[in-house]
């Protein structure tokens, strides 16, 4: 009997991916103390529609008036609502060079042959159509932004975040590398 499954073509190792999903980290995971941030007002988008992996005109729906955090997640989406994988957190400021909108858009060169930045090349191009952008805008100084990454990546640390700077988590996560 035969199955879809039947000669994959594809290298299964290369889509293979490492995930630390501790519930320790998880539980300890708290913005409390982040007052300027109302996690209420995270929005998500598909952010490649297309086979030459240019980014999505969604792109133009986040603010260019704030700072903020960005994920890019994996969704199959075979099963609604159920299924995405955190790969990459990020953080924008809002300054008068730096927003949101600019920080995300400068990742479309991560999709062409000059990338600079491996894991998200490797990201874009493996999983492009299947790559979401979840975003919060946050209108608070650079340090508080900072601070909610650093707790977001130690939290889930996403296998394309290549520098985890919470140094417990970051010494953790070496002893068994």
Same mark, same amino acid.
């Given at each position: 009997?035969? #199955?879809?499954? /039947?000669?994959? &073509?594809?290298?299964?190792? %290369?889509?293979?991916?490492?995930? @630390?999903?501790?519930?320790?980290?998880?539980?300890?995971?708290? @913005?409390?103390? $982040?007052?300027?941030?109302?996690?209420?007002?995270?929005?998500?988008?598909? $952010?490649?529609?297309?086979?030459?992996?240019?980014?999505?005109?969604? !792109? #133009?729906?986040?603010?260019?008036?704030?700072?903020? !955090?960005?994920?890019?997640?994996?969704?199959?989406?075979? @099963?609604?609502?159920?299924?995405?994988?955190?790969?990459?957190?990020?953080? %924008? #400021?809002?300054?008068?060079?730096?927003? $949101?909108?600019?920080? !995300?858009?400068?990742?479309?060169?991560?999709?062409?042959? /000059?990338?600079? *930045? &491996?894991? +998200?090349? *490797? $990201?874009?191009?493996?999983?492009?159509?299947?790559?979401? +952008?979840?975003?919060?805008?946050?209108? %608070?100084?650079?340090?508080?932004?900072?601070? +909610?990454? /650093?707790?977001? !990546?130690?939290?889930?640390?996403?296998?394309?975040?290549?520098?985890? *700077?919470?140094? #417990?988590?970051?010494?953790?996560?070496?002893?068994?590398?």
């Amino acid at each position: 009997m035969s #199955s879809i499954y /039947d000669e994959v &073509e594809q290298d299964l190792e %290369a889509f293979t991916n490492t995930y @630390i999903m501790s519930t320790e980290l998880w539980s300890k995971f708290d @913005i409390h103390d $982040l007052t300027e941030v109302d996690f209420s007002l995270w929005k998500s988008i598909k $952010l490649i529609n297309d086979p030459s992996g240019k980014f999505s005109e969604e !792109i #133009s729906e986040v603010p260019n008036n704030f700072g903020g !955090i960005y994920v890019y997640s994996i969704h199959p989406s075979i @099963i609604p609502n159920c299924g995405s994988y955190v790969m990459y957190i990020g953080m %924008a #400021s809002k300054t008068e060079y730096e927003n $949101l909108r600019a920080r !995300i858009k400068q990742y479309q060169k991560e999709t062409g042959a /000059d990338f600079t *930045r &491996e894991r +998200l090349h *490797r $990201l874009f191009k493996k999983w492009g159509n299947y790559v979401y +952008l979840h975003y919060l805008p946050v209108n %608070a100084s650079r340090e508080v932004i900072l601070t +909610l990454e /650093d707790r977001l !990546i130690a939290s889930l640390t996403p296998p394309c975040n290549a520098d985890i *700077r919470v140094k #417990s988590v970051k010494t953790a996560v070496k002893a068994f590398n």
